[in-house]
């Protein structure tokens, strides 16, 4: 079971969120808008072009399940950067890592000086970051006040922002959802394909969920998960069964109020739009 496993570097720090409604308009097309284009790799991972300090023409994922942005450790070598060693969260431990600052990091409009970015060797965490330079993550992303991915033409939109600051960066891009009655909140994952929910979290509940069938065993990485299928589940729109897969979380105080993470191909959308501003979710 192929997946992107970086999105799991960045530890959250807080998780906001609002609804998620349904939508059916199309990107703005005022004179404010700009777009850039995009490759999709593996059905699911967004691929752009993008400048970290002098080098041009950089291959970053689009990962809105990162916080910080990252470079792998090739790019910051060759920018010779001064690197300092820290902890980094890779999903349900700390890690050793590094981070560094870019003196310039863009991708199409979006751009950002003096920038803390976290470096890693990409390739010691998927198969997907062999020919990728580094992450995109909310830091950069935020410094627009919408952002619309349009997969039916691999179009990225991005709306400047209307007070010229960006927004503060959250931990994660939260959303509701409603399992079998019960509120949940997961965060927005464009670098994952699947829903991933907190199977630990879940058997804490008053109420069991309900499966249907009998579970798969997956494997993430070096990490195990049960793929179920879960009836009863209202995303944005009508109830109806989805498949999801559960795994166990980390400590709860590092993650706070936060049962997973929504994988946007899950969603099978033509378009989704992220509004930073008022932290809400449209797709269709």
């Known amino acids: 079971m192929c997946r992107w496993m970086v999105w799991v570097i960045v530890a959250i720090s807080s998780v906001t969120g609002g609804p998620v409604r349904p939508q059916e308009q199309e990107p703005s097309d005022s004179e404010t808008a700009r777009a850039i284009s995009f490759d999709l790799a593996s059905d699911f991972l967004v691929v752009v072009e993008g400048q970290a300090g002098s080098l041009r023409g950089l291959k970053f994922i689009v990962d809105t399940g990162a916080t910080r942005s990252v470079i792998d450790r090739k790019v910051a070598a060759r920018l010779r950067l001064k690197r300092h060693s820290g902890r980094i969260m890779n999903f349900d431990r700390y890690i050793p890592g590094e981070w560094a600052e870019v003196p310039e990091l863009r991708m199409g409009p979006l751009r950002a000086q003096d920038i803390r970015v976290t470096v890693v060797n990409l390739a010691e965490y998927s198969e997907f970051a062999k020919s990728i330079d580094g992450i995109i993550g909310l830091d950069l992303l935020t410094r627009s006040e919408k952002f619309t991915i349009d997969y039916a033409n691999k179009r990225l939109y991005f709306e400047p922002l209307a007070s010229g600051t960006h927004h503060p960066v959250p931990g994660c891009f939260v959303v509701p959802i409603v399992v079998q009655g019960f509120a949940m909140r997961l965060g927005v994952d464009t670098g994952s394909s699947d829903i991933l ?58 993650m706070a109020g936060l049962d997973g993470y929504l994988g946007v191909a899950s969603l099978h959308a033509k378009r989704i739009e992220f509004d930073f501003a008022r932290m809400l979710l449209h797709w269709e």
């Open 197 to 254: 929910l907190y199977g630990d979290r879940l058997k804490k509940r008053p109420v069991k969920v309900r499966t249907e069938g009998e579970p798969k065993t997956v494997m993430m990485g070096r990490l195990k998960g049960e793929q179920v299928t879960l009836p009863g589940v209202r995303i944005g729109g009508r109830e109806e069964a989805i498949t999801a897969v559960m795994i166990d979380g980390n400590d709860e105080r590092i």
